[in-house]
């Protein structure tokens, strides 16, 4: 008879992996998101209104891949959904980092910039945004049914 604690903890180590690949996904769509938004919507409203715009867009976008991926991931439970979304957080944090940093250059300044709500940085809302998108999702997927 197997342990329902390692039971538990497989289903658990499944869900972080598919959780993984998901973001691949979402990250991958987010970097093609800001490429368009560089070169359409940068000229006209300059970069910081267009990371603010971006923050907005790129939600819509990580709720429908969230809502299109969330069966899959086999999260079902608040706890579950709430780990996908927490590894999604964590990813996205680091990789904003690491890119911003060490690809593109930019001065930590810079980079904080974008999460400093008082100046007018929305990215702690699109990062809640992304946190509680799969329970979001979750939702969705039963309301429609």
Same mark, same amino acid.
């Given at each position: 008879?197997?342990?329902?604690?390692?039971?538990r903890?497989?289903?658990?180590l499944?869900?972080?992996?598919?959780?993984?690949?998901?973001?691949?996904?979402?990250?991958?769509?987010?970097?093609?998101?800001?490429?368009?938004?560089?070169?359409?919507?940068?000229?006209?409203?300059?970069?910081?209104?267009?990371?603010?715009?971006?923050?907005?867009?790129?939600?819509?976008?990580?709720?429908?891949?969230?809502?299109?991926?969330?069966?899959?991931?086999?999260?079902?439970?608040?706890?579950?959904?709430?780990?996908?979304?927490?590894?999604?957080?964590?990813?996205?944090?680091?990789?904003?980092?690491?890119?911003?940093?060490?690809?593109?250059?930019?001065?930590?300044?810079?980079?904080?910039?974008?999460?400093?709500?008082?100046?007018?940085?929305? +990215?702690?809302?699109?990062?809640?945004?992304?946190?509680?998108?799969? +329970?979001?999702?979750?939702?969705?997927?039963v309301?429609?049914?």
């Amino acid at each position: 008879m197997t342990d329902p604690l390692t039971i538990r903890n497989s289903q658990r180590l499944k869900i972080v992996a598919k959780s993984i690949g998901i973001w691949l996904i979402l990250i991958t769509a987010e970097i093609v998101h800001g490429i368009l938004r560089a070169i359409a919507l940068v000229p006209l409203v300059g970069e910081f209104r267009s990371n603010q715009i971006g923050v907005l867009t790129g939600s819509v976008i990580i709720l429908v891949i969230a809502c299109l991926t969330i069966r899959w991931s086999g999260a079902k439970q608040p706890r579950e959904l709430l780990l996908v979304g927490l590894v999604w957080l964590l990813l996205t944090v680091a990789f904003e980092i690491l890119f911003g940093r060490f690809v593109m250059g930019m001065s930590w300044e810079r980079i904080v910039s974008d999460y400093n709500m008082l100046n007018g940085g929305l +990215m702690p809302l699109g990062l809640l945004i992304l946190f509680i998108s799969p +329970m979001v999702a979750a939702k969705l997927r039963v309301a429609s049914k």
